[in-house]
């Protein structure tokens, strides 16, 4: 063997076509339908968000991702960042997203529509809920140990190093946790507007936080109170929607209309189901890896959200 | 301290970028803090509430906003630091604008480059077979970074390869050297008689920084992924680079390295190694060196011994007897009665083997590397007696990179044992070169002192034990990251062997 070059070249499964087309798997029930053009607002290898001329917001997602209500998810696995850039003009028709000069096409023939199914009151019967809560809590709490996520740790209540962080996030959850028993939505707001738009990167820590427990509250609510809660917390979140950044946003705007992301979804109906543990551990890995820390820090909201139902919840 | 920013408008990074963008400002001299965050308003409250002086910003939720406390000049540098990370990280382009496509397949970028001829894959596993049957039908080699590919599907490819007079190195190839190029993780080491071929990674980087180290020099160093030598796949890499280096006139001493393979398989390769007429170096790790012994072939008991045989014979001198003794340094603390265990966290697998193997002759040891008798750990994430772990399992690295690339884990880890009254010894890898993390030393020193606190603040010594995998041609520099890490306290041996057997008598008298 005689190494003269080392390819590094990008190897995808687009063959040598010139103008690869990517077929849509799937099509979010939030995704706009009637949009004709926009421009590419971020991108990362394996989603890319699109802000249309009339301030639609959508996502293109590769196929190893969950579905979110506003994206729609490719047959295949596309490293979307060496074939789309920010900036880049997007347009739509006949069925096809077109990016740039023909450079990249998604075609949504063929694409069926999803929506989450977790929806309140999808679970009345509160023991089995509770024991199913319980070995979430649990699972939840040996996984924090290994997370990067500040929220995951703070409600498994794992010693960490004290940053501003953490100690502002810490602050929040004791009235959070009272406004959340005694359904004073009012407190609850106030607390939940602190946390809006908390964090460093494009889906700020404190965003996901909140739709996790939001994902909680909708799984538990099976009273006529705390459907009501749920409802207030949902109207005061997207009130507040805009204190964070675009795609973040979207995403809160998303989960107060009760429209979670696939893997939360299923998730919180696992927990509601009698579901093994087995499964539930596989359901909360898969949770825990969406993005940087985004996936622990919903499932730290959901925990918080949880932890009343669970049996070795917080007792403050 | 003042504080300066810099607001980027409509930046888009995710959060582990910031983070570590943060991680890194905050490091350079004469910066007190630094965080890169959304320009929200909950953002722009958390910075002022840690200090730092932003002002009346104008900002949006969409716009990055970089804020460095310290001194001007200092912050100048980092700002600009700043954005030269930034723009390496992604370049925006004009909207709309052309774009020239990156080559979308093996063929487009062959096209490109017309005089190459091996292909370095590294895509999901599920992809990873068709791309490199691809390469293979493009006259390429392949180096398969990529792993989870099926046994079967490994075979096939290698049988297609052997057809083609071509070689697959991997799936699951960390490292190679061709012809003084490092591949993958690999250090900078001279060139020179020794030709290697190793179906483990951190075992070809030991061996080959070794031989650097003892003066001599790697014609090639070729990689066959581990799960070569298995009854499934017949050793074929491993064969076909046996060839290739009885063959190369560069190579005058050819090494092998393996887990001990298949009867069958190690009789085949054994067989051809006789046949090659050169010394061969034969480590199967764990196998009683002497069943192999005889002729051209000089088995070795570990990496270094393995290493010292080779450099022996080709400096024309007699192989050295096995390396097993170990030198307790002066002034060793006293052990509490209590500390008893060693607590070995590697981030290279074979490091991991090597120190169960070492060690398991000598007292129970439970690790996740499955060696001759060594005990399963209930739960990975927590030690029992004495423990080595080799934290890039699949379970470490998920969502995550590699322990050699990212501390943390370890540095957490660390000082979760030094809160067990148990532990003895702390032992250690750290592995320098291409790949690796920048500055290891600056990952682990403050994990160290920490965990020296620990321990000495509950009336308990505190020793680790350890060793760099490296030379002084790597980024890294060998001299710096021992210096640093000598000045923590730390006992550096010279090998992964020498380190594990050091720690092994420090603990014995306390058994």
Same mark, same amino acid.
């Given at each position: 063997?005689?190494?003269?070059? !080392?390819?590094?070249?990008?190897?995808?499964?687009?063959?040598?076509?010139?103008?690869?087309?990517?077929?849509?798997?799937?099509?979010?029930?939030?995704?706009?339908?009637?949009?004709?053009?926009?421009?590419?607002?971020?991108?990362?290898?394996?989603?890319?968000?699109?802000?249309?001329?009339?301030?639609?917001?959508?996502?293109?997602?590769?196929?190893?991702?969950?579905?979110?209500?506003?994206?729609?998810?490719?047959?295949?696995?596309?490293?979307?960042?060496?074939?789309?850039?920010?900036?880049?003009?997007?347009?739509?028709?006949?069925?096809?997203?077109?990016?740039?000069?023909?450079?990249?096409? !998604?075609?949504?023939?063929?694409?069926?529509?999803?929506?989450?199914?977790?929806?309140?009151?999808?679970?009345?019967?509160?023991?089995?809920?509770?024991?199913?809560?319980?070995?979430?809590?649990?699972?939840?709490?040996?996984?924090?140990?290994?997370?990067?996520?500040?929220?995951?740790?703070?409600?498994?209540?794992?010693?960490?190093?004290?940053?501003?962080?953490?100690?502002?996030?810490?602050?929040?959850?004791?009235?959070?946790?009272?406004?959340?028993?005694?359904?004073?939505?009012?407190?609850?707001?106030?607390?939940?507007?602190?946390?809006?738009?908390?964090?460093?990167?494009?889906?700020?820590?404190?965003?996901?936080?909140?739709?996790?427990?939001?994902?909680?509250?909708?799984?538990?609510?099976?009273?006529?109170?705390?459907?009501?809660?749920?409802?207030?917390?949902?109207?005061?979140?997207?009130?507040?929607?805009?204190?964070?950044?675009?795609?973040?946003?979207?995403?809160?705007?998303?989960?107060?209309?009760?429209?979670? =992301?696939?893997?939360? =979804?299923?998730?919180?109906?696992?927990?509601?189901?009698?579901?093994?543990?087995?499964?539930?551990?596989?359901?909360?890995?898969?949770?825990?890896?969406?993005?940087?820390? =985004?996936?622990?820090?919903?499932?730290?909201?959901?925990?918080?959200?949880?932890?009343?139902?669970?049996?070795?919840?917080? =007792?403050? | 301290?003042?504080?300066?920013?810099?607001?980027?408008?409509?930046?888009?990074?995710?959060?582990?970028? /910031?983070?570590?963008?943060?991680?890194?400002?905050?490091?350079?001299?004469?910066?007190?803090?630094?965080?890169?965050?959304?320009?929200?308003?909950?953002?722009?409250?958390?910075?002022?509430?840690?200090?730092?002086?932003?002002?009346?910003?104008?900002?949006?939720?969409?716009?990055?906003?970089?804020?460095?406390?310290?001194?001007?000049?200092?912050?100048?540098?980092?700002?600009?630091?700043?954005?030269?990370?930034?723009?390496?990280? *992604?370049?925006?382009?004009?909207?709309?604008?052309?774009?020239?496509?990156?080559?979308?397949?093996?063929?487009?970028?062959?096209?490109?480059?017309?005089?190459?001829? /091996?292909?370095?894959?590294?895509?999901?596993?599920?992809?990873?077979?068709?791309?490199?049957?691809?390469?293979?039908?493009?006259?390429?080699?392949?180096?398969?970074?990529?792993?989870?590919?099926?046994?079967?599907?490994?075979?096939?490819?290698?049988?297609?390869?052997?057809?083609?007079?071509?070689?697959?190195?991997?799936?699951?190839?960390?490292?190679?050297?061709?012809?003084?190029?490092?591949?993958?993780?690999?250090?900078?080491?001279?060139?020179?008689?020794?030709?290697?071929?190793?179906?483990?990674?951190?075992?070809?980087?030991?061996?080959?920084?070794?031989?650097?180290?003892? @003066?001599?020099?790697?014609?090639?160093?070729? *990689?066959?992924?581990? $799960?070569?030598?298995?009854?499934?796949?017949?050793?074929?890499?491993?064969?076909?680079?046996?060839?290739?280096?009885?063959?190369?006139?560069?190579?005058?001493?050819?090494?092998?390295?393996?887990?001990?393979?298949?009867?069958?398989?190690?009789?085949?390769?054994? @067989?051809?190694?006789?046949?090659?007429?050169?010394?061969?170096?034969?480590? #199967?790790?764990?196998?009683?060196?002497?069943?192999? &012994?005889? @002729?051209?072939?000089?088995?070795?008991?570990?990496?270094?011994?393995?290493?010292?045989?080779?450099?022996?014979?080709?400096?024309?001198?007699?192989?050295?007897?096995?390396?097993?003794?170990?030198?307790?340094?002066?002034? /060793?603390?006293?052990?509490?009665?209590?500390?008893?265990?060693?607590?070995?966290? #590697?981030? @290279?697998?074979?490091?991991?083997?090597?120190?169960?193997?070492?060690?398991?002759?000598?007292?129970?040891? $439970?690790?996740?590397?499955?060696?001759?008798?060594?005990?399963?750990?209930?739960?990975?994430?927590?030690?029992?007696?004495? &423990?080595?772990?080799?934290?890039?399992?699949?379970?470490?690295?998920?969502?995550?990179?590699?322990?050699?690339?990212?501390?943390?884990?370890? &540095?957490?880890?660390?000082?979760?044992?030094?809160?067990?009254?148990?532990?003895?010894?702390?032992?250690?890898?750290?592995?320098? *070169?291409?790949?690796?993390?920048?500055?290891?030393?600056?990952?682990?020193?403050?994990?160290?002192?920490?965990?020296?606190?620990?321990?000495?603040?509950?009336?308990?010594?505190?020793?680790?034990? *350890?060793?760099?995998?490296?030379?002084?041609?790597?980024?890294?520099?060998?001299?710096?990251?021992?210096?640093?890490?000598?000045?923590?306290?730390?006992?550096?041996?010279?090998?992964?062997?020498?380190?594990?057997?050091?720690?092994?008598?420090?603990?014995?008298?306390?058994?």
């Amino acid at each position: 063997m005689n190494v003269q070059t !080392v390819i590094t070249g990008e190897v995808s499964r687009f063959g040598a076509l010139a103008s690869p087309i990517l077929w849509a798997d799937t099509i979010g029930c939030r995704v706009p339908e009637r949009w004709r053009k926009g421009r590419v607002q971020a991108v990362f290898e394996r989603a890319c968000h699109i802000v249309t001329d009339d301030r639609g917001f959508l996502a293109i997602l590769t196929g190893d991702c969950g579905n979110v209500a506003h994206g729609i998810r490719l047959k295949t696995r596309p490293r979307l960042n060496a074939h789309v850039r920010v900036g880049q003009h997007v347009s739509f028709a006949d069925n096809r997203i077109t990016f740039g000069s023909q450079n990249l096409t !998604v075609e949504l023939a063929d694409a069926e529509a999803w929506q989450s199914e977790l929806r309140p009151g999808l679970f009345d019967n509160g023991l089995r809920l509770g024991n199913h809560a319980t070995i979430a809590r649990q699972l939840l709490t040996q996984a924090a140990a290994r997370s990067d996520s500040e929220f995951l740790k703070l409600v498994a209540r794992l010693d960490m190093p004290s940053t501003p962080l953490a100690d502002l996030v810490g602050r929040q959850l004791a009235p959070l946790k009272t406004a959340q028993r005694s359904r004073d939505h009012a407190s609850a707001l106030a607390t939940l507007a602190n946390l809006i738009g908390l964090g460093p990167g494009l889906t700020p820590a404190g965003d996901d936080f909140i739709i996790g427990w939001l994902a909680g509250l909708t799984l538990s609510a099976s009273t006529a109170d705390a459907k009501l809660f749920l409802q207030e917390m949902c109207e005061g979140v997207a009130d507040r929607r805009h204190a964070t950044t675009t795609v973040s946003a979207q995403h809160l705007d998303d989960a107060c209309q009760l429209q979670f =992301s696939e893997r939360l =979804s299923n998730l919180c109906i696992a927990i509601g189901r009698d579901r093994s543990d087995t499964d539930l551990r596989a359901l909360i890995d898969a949770q825990l890896a969406i993005g940087a820390t =985004s996936g622990a820090d919903a499932a730290a909201g959901l925990m918080f959200a949880l932890s009343d139902l669970a049996r070795d919840g917080d =007792s403050d | 301290m003042p504080t300066f920013c810099e607001v980027i408008p409509r930046e888009y990074r995710d959060s582990v970028a /910031l983070m570590q963008l943060s991680a890194a400002l905050a490091k350079m001299p004469g910066v007190a803090q630094a965080s890169a965050v959304m320009g929200t308003e909950n953002n722009l409250s958390l910075l002022r509430q840690a200090g730092m002086d932003i002002g009346q910003v104008a900002i949006g939720p969409n716009d990055l906003l970089i804020a460095i406390q310290g001194d001007e000049a200092a912050a100048g540098e980092a700002l600009k630091e700043a954005k030269t990370r930034l723009s390496s990280q *992604g370049a925006k382009v004009d909207a709309g604008g052309p774009l020239e496509m990156p080559p979308h397949s093996i063929g487009m970028a062959l096209a490109r480059h017309e005089d190459a001829n /091996l292909a370095m894959i590294s895509t999901p596993g599920e992809y990873a077979t068709a791309e490199a049957l691809k390469a293979l039908n493009l006259g390429l080699n392949v180096m398969l970074f990529s792993n989870n590919v099926s046994g079967a599907d490994e075979a096939m490819l290698k049988r297609v390869a052997r057809d083609k007079d071509l070689i697959v190195m991997g799936p699951d190839c960390g490292t190679a050297i061709i012809n003084g190029i490092p591949l993958a993780f690999a250090n900078v080491v001279k060139r020179g008689p020794i030709g290697a071929v190793g179906a483990s990674g951190t075992g070809l980087q030991e061996i080959t920084v070794l031989v650097d180290r003892l @003066g001599s020099g790697i014609s090639q160093a070729i *990689g066959t992924g581990g $799960h070569d030598l298995s009854a499934e796949v017949g050793g074929i890499s491993m064969l076909t680079g046996l060839k290739y280096l009885t063959d190369d006139p560069e190579t005058k001493i050819i090494t092998l390295i393996s887990k001990p393979p298949a009867k069958e398989i190690a009789d085949q390769i054994l @067989g051809k190694a006789r046949a090659s007429g050169k010394p061969v170096v034969v480590i #199967f790790l764990g196998a009683d060196p002497k069943a192999i &012994t005889g @002729g051209n072939i000089h088995g070795a008991t570990t990496l270094e011994d393995a290493a010292r045989i080779a450099v022996a014979l080709a400096k024309g001198e007699k192989p050295p007897a096995a390396n097993g003794a170990a030198t307790l340094p002066a002034g /060793l603390p006293k052990l509490a009665p209590g500390q008893k265990y060693i607590r070995g966290l #590697f981030s @290279g697998g074979t490091f991991c083997f090597q120190a169960t193997m070492l060690l398991q002759s000598a007292m129970d040891i $439970h690790s996740n590397s499955a060696v001759g008798k060594s005990l399963p750990l209930a739960d990975m994430f927590k030690s029992e007696g004495n &423990t080595v772990v080799d934290l890039g399992d699949d379970v470490f690295t998920r969502g995550r990179p590699h322990p050699m690339i990212d501390y943390r884990l370890r &540095t957490e880890r660390i000082v979760q044992e030094a809160q067990d009254p148990g532990m003895a010894v702390l032992l250690l890898d750290v592995v320098l *070169g291409f790949g690796s993390n920048a500055d290891p030393a600056a990952e682990l020193i403050p994990a160290l002192k920490k965990a020296r606190q620990i321990a000495e603040k509950e009336g308990r010594a505190f020793i680790c034990v *350890g060793h760099v995998c490296g030379t002084d041609g790597d980024h890294q520099g060998l001299a710096a990251q021992s210096k640093a890490l000598a000045e923590t306290g730390m006992i550096l041996a010279d090998s992964n062997a020498q380190a594990v057997r050091l720690a092994r008598d420090i603990v014995a008298p306390a058994k």
